[in-house]
């Protein structure tokens, strides 16, 4: 049986831009230990897939979202295995269902000044009776807060802890957010 080690190098932009995928100024390019060719990011996902790899970080548990910037894979939980991506998948649809707007409204409205992610994940996770580990509350929490940001009703007052590509792409490990008064 052929081993399956994905791996991704960053160059700067080629002559055909058109050509690889770019991101940022930088393109990746793809091969698999095994000798498939791997020209792309979709193939690369697919022959993950297919050796029961995780498809977002290619079976490495970490992924480079930028070159020089990693982290563990958020997508199956730092294994980089396919069924572990799966089951955290179902576990992100469990707490899309389960943490909704309204309830993250409600917590937010308990505090009389600016609150953090971690701030609120917890009450979430505390009202829930979840234990750590449980659903992906902080993730769900985050895309929450950053829909009642995008509704104007909150503004985020936190600056980036990390500028990775300049002010384009930034990294906020524990953001603030405070409430918007209403105009009048």
Do not use: F, K
């Given at each position: 049986?052929?081993?399956?080690?994905?791996?991704?190098?960053?160059?700067?932009?080629?002559?055909?831009?058109?050509?690889?995928?770019?991101?940022?100024?930088?393109?990746?390019?793809?091969?698999?230990?095994?000798?498939?060719?791997?020209?792309?990011?979709?193939?690369?996902?697919?022959?993950?897939?297919?050796?029961?790899?995780?498809s977002t970080c290619l079976g490495s548990a970490v992924e480079e979202l930028v070159p020089g910037f990693r982290r563990g894979c958020t997508s199956c939980a730092g294994t980089g295995r396919r069924r572990n991506q799966l089951m955290w998948q179902l576990a992100h649809a469990e707490a899309e269902l389960v943490i909704t707007v309204d309830m993250v409204r409600e917590v937010i409205a308990e505090f009389s000044g600016p609150f953090a992610l971690s701030t609120v994940a917890d009450t979430v996770r505390d009202r829930l009776g979840l234990r750590p580990g449980r659903l992906p509350v902080g993730p769900r929490v985050r895309d929450v807060l950053r829909e009642l940001e995008a509704a104007g009703e909150i503004e985020m007052i936190s600056a980036p802890d990390e500028m990775l590509m300049g002010p384009s792409v930034v990294v906020y490990r524990d953001p603030s957010w405070r409430r918007v008064s209403p105009a009048g």
């Open positions: 049986m052929a081993e399956h080690t994905i791996t991704v190098e960053w160059g700067d932009i080629p002559p055909d831009a058109d050509g690889p995928a770019l991101v940022g100024g930088a393109y990746r390019e793809y091969s698999c230990t095994c000798g498939v060719p791997l020209p792309h990011r979709m193939a690369a996902e697919l022959h993950a897939v297919a050796t029961e790899q995780c």
